[in-house]
């Protein structure tokens, strides 16, 4: 078993630190913020992932798991440093790698024997070299390292069962030193393994999730097709998706995606391309597109209600994608923003999991409100904006919704609902690429 340090415990550091803990290696998670540290140590999630308080306490419980705020603590002990800090995006889209520097600048600082340093930050290519160059230009004592890029596919909401159960781990190394050290850590793993140089590792990371992104935008323009022309998007994407070469994942058109990852990834991605001189425009027009959604999904709004002003409506859904919190690039904030600034519209607003993270972000006011359940959002609603597919949201009892609605008018940025059958309730139904329910003229 391996003796690990995760720096930075972000969504996929403290999933790394758990996961690695629960296959009986032994962690350390350090991180500069303070708080989360005493969280953590407590036993308490700092954002909401299936499963993942339950690995927390068993880490904990087993002592295989513990967490500082002190870089020393943890670099010293542990042979394998994986650096998972944050890398925000800069106006021009690139990554800001500052955090990624300070950590190998730590690394160099307090290490006294042999390290791997692992990159599973998404990172733009070359930066395992950056690692390699900052350690070595300050490692005085000439103790031995290695750097190793090792990106991580899982996603929010699913991400205990995605790093459990991968699709394949990708190793970028450039000794067998480290190579073996990797494999060992992920010995047990039963699927593909696939062994790269580092430059090469890195970018399947970033290409693999541009890919995704451009299938999602891909779609949203066939959804905007298929409106004009009569058609179904859901029916293109099942007919398309029969293919194997081409597979029915990541074909959901609506209003585009958001998060911590795809939207900065798209940039990061296209902005490389741009610095190695390669005329990647392609990835610029996902982007766009991407961008473009809210103006679709603003557009259906007026085309249901007219005029917004002086209206109230229900958001449902603030979180980017179910089963998270986590409303970064979030389609409600972009909405909930040209709502407040473009029109007086007055909101009720309910989510599953993200109320709390979008009341910092926009606190309550005369035209915000945060209620506990669906039906006091639809309550005296003009209309409801569905925005993010929770099971919750699917299982509505919509006879009942209807009852306590003004008009009963959804806009459904996310197509959880058939338009026939919203049609048979009574409700005027605005979809995503599908047929649009309009009854009154
Ligand atoms: C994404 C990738 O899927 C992970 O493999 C990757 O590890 C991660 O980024 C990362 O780089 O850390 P995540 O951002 O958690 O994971 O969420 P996804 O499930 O990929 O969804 C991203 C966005 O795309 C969401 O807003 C979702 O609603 C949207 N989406 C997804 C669609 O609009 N249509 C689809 O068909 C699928």
Known sequence: MSEVCVIGVGHVGLITAVCLAKLGHSVIGVDKNAERIDQLRRGQCPFYEPGLEDLLDEGLQRGRLSFSQRLSDGIVGSEIIFICVGTPAVADGRADMSQVEEAARAVAQHMTGYKLIVEKSTVPVKTSQWIKRTIGLLNRRGVEFDVASNPEFLREGSAIHDFMHPDRIVIGVESERAKQLMLRLYEGFDCPILVTDISTAEIIKHASNSFLAL??????????????????????????????????????????????????????????????????????????????????????????????????????????????????????????????RETDVRMKLYDVKAMSAMRELYPPDERLAYVDSPYEAARDAEAIVILTEWDEFKKLDLVKLKSVMRTPIIVDGRNIFEPDHMQELGFEYYCMGRKNIRNHF
């Open 215 to 340: 299938k999602i935008s891909y779609i949203n323009m066939i959804a905007d097709l298929c409106e004009r022309a009569g058609a179904d998007v859901r029916m293109v994407a099942e007919g398309m998706g029969y293919d194997a070469r081409i597979g029915r994942a990541f074909l959901d058109a609506g209003v585009g995606y958001g998060g911590s990852c795809f939207p900065k990834d798209v940039k990061a991605f296209a902005a490389l391309a741009e610095e190695l001189g390669v005329d990647f425009g392609l990835l610029r027009e996902v982007d766009r597109i991407n961008e473009g959604r809210i103006e679709r999904l603003m557009a259906k709004l007026r085309e249901a209600l007219w005029v917004l002003n002086g209206k109230q409506i229900g958001i449902l859904g603030l979180a980017f994608k179910p089963d998270t919190d986590d409303i970064r690039e979030a389609p409600s904030a972009r909405l909930i923003e040209r709502l407040l």
